[in-house]
């Protein structure tokens, strides 16, 4: 089934971990997101990258690293996990064209104790 | 700053129908983005409109007023499955995507 695969689903982390989660997409898209969810607000983006070898800064990324090793591909890596860290973490790609729609993955639920 | 602004929770009953509004401030406008999230579950597109006036998608519309900072997903013959949270999110200048805070709708039969 063509989309946006994550993994983990779900992972309890005590702090200072470090933790990586995994996002692949087979829809070929060049432009891929990682938002986080927090009850109350917006999705907000942490990190983005427009083609393979590119990545970009969001709106929260402090805490977090993400690689563009190929196409499919777009890891987030956070390098010493914090309580305020816990979340639910979305993975998103974009086609090319007018409407830009996102296509997200089931996302990844991370509590950082 | 940059603002999108939904209401936090509506209730409508089911076949009937229900807006749910949405303002928004933003650093130029380049699209406004509807999607659905299901408790648990990933957002999905619903629509998009760029241009002012009525975009219609079944049961769903979607209006825009660009001079008004404004819009409204209209959701027709409510269905029980229709229960979720409606996310309303525009594309800035820089096409990045601001996102609101996303409208729980609770469908009662």
């Known amino acids: 089934i063509a989309g946006i695969t994550q993994a983990p689903t779900s992972q309890i982390l005590a702090a200072g971990r470090r933790m990586t989660l995994r996002c692949t997409q087979d829809m070929r898209h060049n432009a891929m997101y990682w938002y986080r969810q927090d009850l109350g607000l917006g999705l907000r983006l942490i990190h983005y990258?427009?083609?393979?070898?590119?990545?970009g800064k969001g709106e929260v990324p402090d805490g977090y690293s993400v690689s563009r090793a190929n196409t499919d591909d777009f890891p987030l890596t956070l390098a010493s996990a914090v309580p305020s860290q816990t979340s639910v973490y979305f993975c998103?790609?974009?086609?090319?064209?007018?409407?830009?729609?996102?296509?997200f993955g089931e996302g990844s639920r991370l509590t950082v104790l | 700053g940059q603002n999108i602004d939904q209401p936090t929770e509506m209730t409508a009953t089911e076949g009937a129908i229900v807006q749910i509004n949405c303002t928004y401030q933003?650093?130029?406008?380049?699209?406004l983005f509807w999607y659905q999230q299901h408790a648990g579950e990933a957002p999905t597109f619903l629509s998009y409109n760029v241009l002012d006036g009525l975009e219609e998608k079944g049961r769903f519309s979607s209006f825009l007023s660009r001079s008004k900072g404004y819009s409204y997903l209209l959701l027709k013959e409510l269905q029980m499955k229709d229960s979720a949270s409606y996310l309303c999110a525009v594309r800035d200048s820089n096409y990045q995507l601001i996102w609101g805070a996303g409208t729980k709708l609770i469908i009662k039969p």
């Open positions: 998103a790609s974009s086609e090319e064209g007018a409407t830009g729609e996102l296509f």
């Open positions: 933003t650093s130029g406008f380049n699209g």
């Open positions: 990258s427009n083609t393979a070898g590119t990545t």
